[in-house]
């Protein structure tokens, strides 16, 4: 058993934007060619407790040296009070010849970074004949950060972020960070979500609101949203504008606005297409300049492995973590 911890994983992703963003890539693709096996996540809640969770993503991704594993991942919102990160998370990693497990990774990076390579290749996707040099980010936590990251990855012309939280300090707190992190970019604070979704036409949701509130009415013609939260938009706004998934079936559940449009419509007419569909097609995806586009990904378990993956391989070449020799039984085999 190899153990990598968050110093280990954070060794090998700082920096490793490209990779990660063509792991996710790769990733999406054998999602829609059939060679990936992605069951439905497992949510834990509590009783009498609608806020934490503990979410269980099992999956298989069929790549030239297949992987199977699980991320296990909490979410307890009111640690951001305390000043602790909403997630935590591991993956465990096990062998296709014989299936024991053979790594165990602390995730939480892993979860950020692949959930931010997920939308920045779709927004490099879906705005590739007009890149953006702006975007909005509703939410100020550790996803939008990661998110700002990996656009400036794709988008190296984007100069402009505007940020809004329903708490000032957050978003106060975000623009500090980010002007530090990059000291080029232009970082502006606004007091209402409505100046966000109308300031750029790229825009990013990662909050941790549960129902919806928000209207795409305010945001300029073609504009592209990233709806990580998968809970901010009304069914309205869902229903008229041009939805992109990173699969129907998952994202249709837990709901999301996305199930709340398929309860009120009765079907799933509304989805235009999934972002695997669109790469694998090679054809360049030509913007509707009237409608909003939304990117509603639940987050697949199969990018969590091909970044565990892909941090577990580098690991090994550097010799970085700790190995469990006996942590299986004597017969198994162990990672080498
Ligand atoms: N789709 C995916 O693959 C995926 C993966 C990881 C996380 N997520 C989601 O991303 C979201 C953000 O995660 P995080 O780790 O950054 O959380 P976080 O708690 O660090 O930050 C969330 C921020 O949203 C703010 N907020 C809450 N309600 C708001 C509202 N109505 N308007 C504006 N701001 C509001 C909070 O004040 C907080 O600052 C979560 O909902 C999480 O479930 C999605």
Redesign the pocket.
């Known amino acids: 058993m190899l153990i990598l911890g968050a110093g280990d994983v954070r060794s090998v992703l700082d920096g490793a934007e490209q990779r990660v963003l063509a792991a996710v890539r790769e990733s999406y693709e054998l999602h829609a060619l059939g060679r990936t096996s992605v069951p439905h996540s497992v949510f834990l809640r509590f009783p009498a407790d609608t806020r934490n969770r503990i979410i269980a993503l099992p999956a298989y991704l069929g790549s030239g040296t297949a992987v199977a594993g699980v991320k296990w991942v909490s ?1 307890f ?1 009111d640690n ?1 009070a305390q000043g602790l990160d ?2 935590s998370a591991a993956i465990i990693l096990n062998s296709m010849r014989t299936g024991v497990p053979e790594a165990l990774l602390e995730a939480s990076a892993i ?1 950020a970074k692949r ?1 931010a390579a ?1 939308a920045a290749l779709a927004a490099s996707t879906l705005l590739s004949v007009n890149p953006s040099t702006g975007v909005s980010l ?7 950060f990661e998110v700002l990251r990996y656009l400036r990855a794709v988008f190296p012309s984007l100069d402009t972020a505007t940020v ?4 000032r300090g ?1 978003s106060e707190s975000f623009a500090t960070k980010a002007r530090s992190a990059w000291p080029t970019l232009a970082v502006d604070v606004v007091e209402q ?1 409505a100046d966000a979704l109308a300031a750029q036409r790229l825009v990013s949701l ?4 549960t129902v919806p ?1 928000l209207d795409t009415a305010h945001c300029r013609p073609g504009t592209l949203l990233l709806h ?3 809970r901010d938009l009304t069914v309205a706004s869902v229903r008229s504008s041009v939805n992109i998934v990173d699969d129907a079936d998952h994202v249709c559940r837990a709901a999301t606005s996305l199930h709340l449009a398929e309860q009120e419509t009765g079907s799933r007419d509304f989805i235009a297409s999934s972002l695997g569909e669109i790469l694998v097609s090679d054809v360049p995806y030509v913007t509707d300049e009237q409608r909003p586009i939304v990117f509603s ?3 697949l378990g199969c990018l969590d492995l091909a970044v565990a993956d892909l941090v577990r391989r580098e690991a090994v070449v550097r010799g970085l973590g700790t190995r469990l020799d006996d942590f299986l039984p004597s017969g198994a085999q162990v990672f080498a």
């Open positions: 979410s919102p951001v909403r997630a979860s959930t997920s509703v939410g100020c936590g550790l996803i939008n809004y939280d329903l708490d957050r979500p990662a909050t941790t609101a509130h990580l939260s998968l990904p639940f987050g």
